[in-house]
Every structure is written in structure tokens, then in C-alpha cells.
């Protein structure tokens, strides 16, 4: 064993050693990490120790020479651990400066704000007009939760650019724009990645460690937001300030909003970087943010994933038989009816797209997709406008009127038929059956909607069997899934109150509007109802004429529908076995016709957490939960891919209104 403690050594001896020149204090600091590193007694220790400081630095020391300088480093000395090291805790000393009354009396402003913790901009010039701002610092602290599960009071440092083309406060991972009455925030890939911790305003800040890790719980396993606060704060349990869950969640969604907006690379340039946009105020701006962005958000989402296969197709081995699963080769639709969130009970709202789609059922009557206030039926807006307690025969002046003031749709569903258990599986059918959730006749509600019913006797197919009312909860059926055989997430929408075949359609047509590239193979536990269906709604020339140029709809004409394996077996019309039997066509043989019933299984561990969530948080975790999980499901995270270039640039359908408002405001900078 070497002993490198000496003790006959004094501070004479250092001098000798420090006038050698092979020996500078960053080699002495080296050398002495190293001898902390490794095993005491590792065969071989000092002659190891020299060959790795000569890999470092490029000097030749002999094993002696070694030797003597790290005993003489390594004697004790009065106020350190040796002589080059303080044998003091930086924490602990800071904590007790701050916490000192003295102190704080003789620099009362700023005292406070030396901390352990430091989050500061890169550089003290501001990013535009390159004026230093080194007088016009502004100082908070906030509460950062570490990885390791501590939390710590940390320092945010921020600088004010008031120049004559700049109105910017400069955060360490942000902008705030000042100029507008409406403030806002943007930030970039470089000042988003910029040191260990992520300040996105408020209180509170994150080692980005966190963030990750979460990103990936959320989208690999089963961990829903409570869960994991819960688990955080049990790894850490005396003098923690404990993360909640709610505060966790907004800012989780807001970040995970931000890498969504900077993977898709749409937002303006700063800097030469593409931007994304937050608001200023997290906690009570969230909900607007994400009504006026999501439909932009959520375009951008299917055209991305719906053609992903034109510049990353997948390259995902069967396990079965060891053959490439074609990459896009099927788009299949499901139903997941475990997420069900709670619903305002006016049913007297229509089916409302985002613009530049078309309608192809209209009007469609779906009810409000609003979240009820608390312990009460209605929302805000439908309380405010008596909705509920007008006749139905006056329900579609005030469903136009109510219409027209929902700045954001959710995608919704008509309510003309209604699902029915399946003996089989807890996948619910559609039925004929002409009644809403209350069971009063349809045509009560809606006479246009009943005409586009096809009769009774175009479906043969079982698959349809008795009705079951939905239950009288005011909640959501579910969500309808559209995947692709490569189990990539192109596509879903909400089921307000049934899931119909119209329902399927209307998201099929939206799709191919948006990627009209994508496979015509559709696959759908009831393929064979959905194919009739569109046949007998469009069959008629005069109203087929009505879409004829709106690409979507010529698309869903082409569709050739077919039955996953796992349903056919309830299916007892033989039309069924012989025309949408996947086994019987020699392209699709191969293909994983049950990916969306994989994608349900890891969904389902998230019901209870997105059924609680209201409509905006809801949609935006879905749009995150599903990007995230095709991220990691493609390889593609952390890849930047330009889509405008890889495919072709193809002109998504932009709204003019107030969607683009942040971009617009941009453009003032
Ligand atoms: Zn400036
Ligand atoms: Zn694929
Ligand atoms: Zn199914
Ligand atoms: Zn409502
Ligand atoms: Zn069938």
C-alpha cells in the first residue's frame, strides 16, 4: 500500500515542487482528483496514477517524483483538507451569510440573492442590440427541484433591454417580450438547453434532468403526473419544500409544449433559431394558450407523423417471423373508451373544425365540449347564455350562436347513434338505432342528420346486437385513435357523447387533407359497417359533387376498409371473411394489424389522469403524450428533422384568425 502522508513535509517543499516546471497547479489538482478516485489498495496504484496524468497532460513525471509531490499535497493543514483544498461546505456557508441579520443590514437589497443556486443569462449584452445591461439586473428567487429529489432556493438573474428597437427582459432560458400590452415569451433551442436548470418564469425552477426523465417515464411506462410527484418527494424527506402535482403539471405541459414547437422547427426565426412561444404567465395563462395554439399544434402533429414514412421510415422487425413490417403500409383506427372526461350538459352545441377542413356531415349536433365548473352541470359560457333551459325547437339559433363564439373545437361527434357493448372485447359498436344518450328520438334534436342515416337494411353484419344505453354521467365516451400498422400515433380525436361511423369518417377526411399521400388501407373493428356507410352517404352524385374538390374526401372514397384479425372472429357475414379479410391479401398479410391495441394498453395507465384534466390540458397532454411516445417509439427524439425540406414543403392549411398571434407579434421584434 502507498502512503502518501508523510507529515515531515512543509510549505518549502511545495515551493521546490511548484518551481519544477512539469508541475502547473492544474496538474497537482489532477493528480490529486485521481488519487481520490481510485481503489487505496489497487495493484499498481501509483504507476496507474502516473500513465493517466501523462494521457492528460502530456508530461513524464517519474513514479518517485509522483510520489513525493502528492504526500507533500496531502498534508493536513490548519483550515483545509490540504494544502490546495478549503476544507469548508460552500452551502453551508452561503445559507448562514444570507440567513445573518448583519448582513442583510448592511446590503439589504441584495443579500439575499447570494445563493449556491445561480441561474443567469449567458451574457450580460442583450441577444439583439448587443448594449450591455449590466446595470439594469433584476434579481428573484425561486424554488429549483433537483433531479436527486432536493430542492434548493435559487437566484434568477434577468436583464431589461430598453433601446429604441428593443423591448425585452432577457431571462437565463427566455425572452419576455415587454413592447406589447399582452406580454408574451419565446425562447430558442440555445437559450432553452443553456445550463443544467430550466426557468420558464413563476416560482419555480427545474433541473432539465427532471424534465427528461419524466418525458420519458410518460411516454416508456406508466406514470401518471401524481404518481410522480408523489415518488419525487418521497426520495428526499427533511427540509424539502414538496413539489404539487398541479404546479408540476402546467409547467411540464408548457416545456414539453416548447421542444414540440422547436422539434417541428415551424415558429419564427430568432437569432437564426427557430422560436417557441409560452405564455408569460404559466399558471393562469395555460388555458387560453392553449386554445388559441392547438389546432395550429395539432395540424403540424398529423401532417409530421402521417408522413413520417417519406423522410424516417421505420425499420421495425417482427419479432414473429423476423420480417420488416412495412413502414405506413395501414392506418388503423380504434376506440379507447376508459379516458373519460367530465362534460358540461348542454347538448345543444354543432361539430365544429378547425379551418380548412370540410364538413361532411353539417350540422352536426354534439353537445358542449366545455368542462363544467366545479361541482355544477353547465360551463361558464353556457350558464352565462340559459342554454340548457331553451326548447329544443329554438336549438340551432343559439347552437349558431354558441358556435360561433367557441374559438377552438374540439373534434367532436354527432350524437345520432349510439354504441353498443360487444359480448366480446370492451369495444363498443355503432347501431342504427336512432336515439341520443337520454334515449329521445334523434329527430327530436336533429331532422338533417336522421335523413343522412343509411336504412337499417344496408347493415347485415352482426357486429351490431343490442342497444346499451351509455350511462347517465355527464362524461366523454373516449378518444378514437388513428395509427399507423408501424404504431406511429397520426391522428385523435375526442368522442363527446358516441362514437359513430361519422365520427371515423369526418377524422379520415381531415387526415387526408392534411397528408393526402397517406395509404388508402383503412383497418376498423367495424370495417365493414364504416365501408357501407360511406358508400351509401356518398353514393348520391349530387352530394358527392358538393366535396368534389376537397382532396380529403375524395381520398376517404378510395379508402378499401378491412378488419383487424383480433375482431374479424366476431364478424359472421361471410362478406366479411372473403372482402375485408387482411390474411387474404397478399400485401398485408404481414402487417400488425393490432398496433392501436398495444398504443390502448399503455394509454389506459393515463385514464385517470387525463379524465380529470379540463379540455385544454387535455387535449395538450394527449398532443404531448402521443408526440412524446412517437418520438421515442421512432428513435426520432432529439433529432431535428426539417420537414418543410424533407417533404417537399407542402403548404399545410395556416389559419388567418388569431392562431398565428404570437407569430405576428414576432414580427414586431
Ligand atoms: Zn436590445
Ligand atoms: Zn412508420
Ligand atoms: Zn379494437
Ligand atoms: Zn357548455
Ligand atoms: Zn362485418
Redesign the pocket.
Known sequence: MDNFSGGSTDIYDFLRIALDQRFSLPLMDFALSIDANLPLNLPDRLDHLVKIVKQAFEVDIEPHRMFDMLSMLKQPSADGKNLLQHNKNVEHELNKYVSNIDNLCDFPHSTAFCLTFTLEPKSDR??????S?SSSSKFRTVTLYLADGRSKKATVVSYE?K?N??S?EIFPNFIRNLSDNEQYCFTNQEFLSSGKYVYLGGQTAFECLLLKQYACLLSNGHVAFDSFTRAFNELIDDSHIPLERRLFERIFIIYEIIQFQLFMGTGEKFLNQCCAFFPSNISTDIDNFIMVNYDRFYKKFVQFWSSHNTFYPCKSVKEVDNEYDLCSAAVICDGHMKIRRRLCANPNIALSLPEHFVYLFKPLIVGCSHTPNPKEKLCTQCKNNNLAKEASTSCFASEKKQSQKQSRSLWKIIMAMIWQESSATDHRYIDHTDTDVTGTPMTTVSPVTDALIPSASLLSCNVHKEDVMTDESKRACGILLLATNCQVIICFEEILRSESRKQVMQALTDLYTITPMLTRIVIYDAGCLLAKSVRANFADESRSNEFNNNIGFKALKEVRFFVDRFHLSNHKDKYCHTHLNLDLDDTLKNINSSSCEQINSWIKSYSQMLSNMNEYRFVAALLILFHLRNCSHTKLCNRWVDIERNSGSRAIPHSSSNHMVYDEQMNII
Open positions: 442583450c441577444p439583439q442590440c448587443q448594449k445591461l433591454c433601446s428597437q428593443c425585452l
